[in-house]
């Protein structure tokens, strides 16, 4: 993400706090143990309801709605801009919503998994290669809670051939990469997800990141689940 990433752990557990300003020190840095704790617990805005994976910045600079837009991803790597879809979905329709978008893929994908688990700044990435789409929703359900609630995990899955991906990211926002988007699109709308504009999400503002030992260990079991345990990292 290009931020300033600071790390804790507290009582096996990890916090780690983002901004989208990497020269500014985060506001949570200022905060005691108890304030910092006081604002985990705070998990519902309005109707909309986070995952324990992610808190927005104390000052609320971005304050946390369902809703998706239209964006453009520009690779890197070979100048090629990527229609896309963002979207943040409240916590009792989220999973689902992330399944029955992974659905529109076809038979038969590809699956990443990212963590930041214990890192400073960056990722690693797994990959599994030809997985068949109703073996890999069974074990995705397996690890619902895990998958819902670790800030550092994040999974994506993708139609090579289609050039089409669906990526669940560590956010617990899901984006959506590849034309046609329409598909993509009924699906959301289906969920009560509609398009919104003017919409900003959790990550264009400082933010918090939560994960554990415990969730590390889920994440380890799930790689091995999915044939990963001889995980290919770039």
């Known amino acids: ?19 989208n300003k990497p020269d500014a020190l985060t506001s ?5 143990d108890e304030q910092l704790e006081a604002h985990l617990e705070v998990y519902r805005y309005g109707v ?6 992610i808190r927005p910045s104390v000052d609320l600079e971005v304050i946390p709605r369902q809703g998706f837009r239209h964006d453009v991803y520009a690779d890197p790597t070979n100048d090629v801009k990527v229609p896309a879809i963002m979207a943040a979905a409240s916590r009792e329709r989220l999973f689902d919503l992330f399944i029955d978008m992974i659905d529109t893929l076809g038979p038969v994908v590809d699956v990443v998994l990212e963590t930041s688990h214990y890192h400073t700044g960056g990722h690693e990435d797994y990959y599994r290669e030809h997985i068949d789409m109703p073996v890999l929703k069974s074990i995705l359900y397996d690890f619902e809670e895990m998958l819902l609630n670790d800030g550092c995990t994040g999974v994506a899955v993708l139609n090579p051939k289609r050039q089409q991906e669906v990526q669940f990211d560590e956010h617990k926002l899901i984006i959506a990469y590849g034309s046609p988007l329409e598909s993509f699109e009924r699906v959301l709308i289906n969920h009560d997800v509609y398009i919104d504009n003017d919409i900003r999400f959790i990550t264009e503002a400082e933010h918090v990141h939560t994960s554990s030992d415990r969730l590390y260990d889920e994440f380890q079991t799930l790689a091995m689940r999915l044939g990963m345990e001889n995980c290919e990292r770039f």
């Open 1 to 19: 993400m290009g931020s300033q990433q600071r790390s804790q752990n507290k009582n096996s557990s990890q916090t780690s706090a983002s901004s």
């Open 28 to 32: 949570f840095g200022s905060l005691s």
């Open 48 to 53: 909309f309801e986070l995952t324990d994976a």
